[in-house]
């Protein structure tokens, strides 16, 4: 089985280089070879054609979730010492078993895959360079070397809490994407995050769903600091990870906060991009953006999310109004 990396990790006197760490696994995942894209360069903003079905996923209908069951007031799997307190990894899981967190999905194209959560009613939060690649990062923060700037896939299916070949909540129709306003310009691990907007599903009944209905949602904190604590969850796909289960891990020693770019030690890798880092309250604080490779383990980098995250979300919803 081969995995093909579209990002890559390199090292630079002596000393691990930082690489963004999505859009990969397309033979893993049994996808075709990358399409030309369309989407607007100007605006940055992808407008993805529909999307098939995710080979190899069998996939259930998608039903109205219990409010009694949304998972918002979980921040992950129950705290333990040990392995998950270094950084390492864990099927992540809701705090009360080892279920998936639906909110938290895997983001498919025919470049590969990255991970995003659902924060309200029809987005989902995911990492920018996801979406479209830079001509180059001005403060050097992310490798972006042998990637074709400009726009990743034409279209992207979005597969809340993926488990294995299952799709339990039904995959989903991304009918805009949109990244941050500087990442064209800085590729910057700062401003590496996107939104995108989840096209709702008609029942056979013909009730209008939306994706927060079936899997709930997730709160964003665009006012945090440093943290004590964080876990970041998503889909890596390389050494150990298949691509197919969501994992976790926290850190609770290695945390730092700089120029706007969270750090902590872990070691989910490539496929994990887009994903969440929850702090001790539950609440989204960053995305998996890049790591670095260490010796003895991994860091991660995210954006530090801040008003611009909110700006972007009132633009795609102002864009959802004006269809």
């Not at 993926?162 to 306003?181: D, M, N």
């Not at 604590?229 to 290695?254: H, I, M, N």
């Not at 030690?265 to 702090?279: I, V």
């Amino acid at each position: 089985m081969t995995i093909t990396r579209s990002l890559h990790t390199s090292r630079r006197a002596g000393r691990a280089a930082t690489a963004a760490v999505g859009l990969l696994v397309a033979a893993l995942l049994g996808l075709a070879e990358p399409a030309a894209t369309t989407a607007t360069l100007a605006t940055a903003t992808a407008n993805p054609a529909p999307s098939p079905a995710a080979p190899g996923l069998t996939s259930d209908t998608p039903r109205k979730r219990d409010p009694r069951d949304d998972d918002e007031r979980d921040s992950g799997k129950k705290d333990t010492k040990g392995e998950r307190e270094r950084g390492r990894t864990d099927e992540s899981g809701t705090g009360e078993s080892d279920d998936a967190l639906a909110a938290v999905g895997q983001l498919l194209s025919k470049s590969g895959a990255c991970s995003g959560t659902v924060i309200s009613r029809q987005l989902v939060l995911t990492a920018a360079h996801c979406i479209f690649i830079p001509q180059r990062s001005v403060d050097n923060s992310l490798d972006l070397r042998g990637l074709k700037p400009g726009p990743v896939a034409k279209e992207y299916t979005f597969v809340p809490g993926r488990t294995g070949t299952k799709a339990p909540h039904g995959q989903w129709q991304v009918a805009e994407a949109r990244v941050s306003p500087a990442w064209p310009k800085t590729g910057s691990a700062s401003d590496d995050f996107a939104i995108l907007r989840i096209a709702p599903k008609v029942t056979e009944d013909g009730e209008t769903i939306h994706i927060q209905d079936v899997v709930g949602s997730r709160s964003v904190d665009v006012t945090a600091g440093k943290q004590a604590a964080l876990t970041a969850v998503g889909y890596p796909a390389e050494g150990q990870f298949d691509g197919t289960t969501q994992q976790s891990c926290t850190d609770r020693r290695g945390i730092r906060l700089q120029d706007g770019i969270h750090s902590m030690r872990c070691d989910l890798n490539g496929g994990a991009s887009g994903g969440p880092w929850f702090n001790k309250n539950g609440r989204i604080v960053s995305v998996t953006s890049s790591v670095n490779a260490g010796e003895d383990r991994n860091e991660i980098t995210g954006p530090q999310l801040d008003d611009t995250l909110k700006k972007l979300i009132a633009a795609v919803n102002a864009d959802d109004r004006n269809e």
